[in-house]
């Protein structure tokens, strides 16, 4: 069975930093595909950060602009989202995803396996 547990959500002032965590279970994080996608209030979600399968290429959203991180450690198979300068419109719930796709891998259409969100939640 496949289980995704996503962590490390909080409450940051503007400009301060958060790293998610997504353990999984069940896949191999690298062979598999990891996507970081988030949801604010009324609007849809969105691809925010990703690792394709086998090659790790990543691809980020113009949304993370360059302040966004995502890693794999494989000896834990745990995916890590680092936030640096977050703005208040990074405010929403994240999620972590894992499939098995190879190219652009910021589609959440692309995903079957999604962990519960954690909240972030930027104040002004």
């Known amino acids: 069975e496949v289980q995704l547990q996503a962590s490390g959500g909080g409450v940051v002032q503007a400009g301060g930093s958060l790293t998610l965590s997504c353990v999984g279970s069940?896949?191999?994080?690298?062979?598999?595909?990891v996507g970081w996608f988030r949801q604010a209030p009324g609007k849809e979600r969105e691809g925010v950060s990703c690792?394709?399968?086998?090659?790790?290429?990543?691809f980020d959203a113009p949304s993370a602009n360059g302040r966004f991180t995502i890693s794999i450690d494989a000896a834990k198979n745990t995916a890590y989202l680092r936030m640096d300068s977050l703005k208040p419109d990074d405010t929403a719930v994240y999620y972590c995803?894992?499939?098995?796709?190879?190219?652009?891998?910021?589609?959440?259409?692309?995903?079957?396996?999604w962990g519960e969100g954690t909240q972030v939640t930027v104040s002004s």
């Open positions: 069940g896949l191999t994080f690298g062979t598999y595909a």
């Open positions: 995803a894992s499939d098995m796709i190879s190219g652009y891998c910021l589609s959440t259409r692309a995903y079957d396996y």
């Open positions: 690792i394709s399968s086998g090659d790790n290429f990543t």
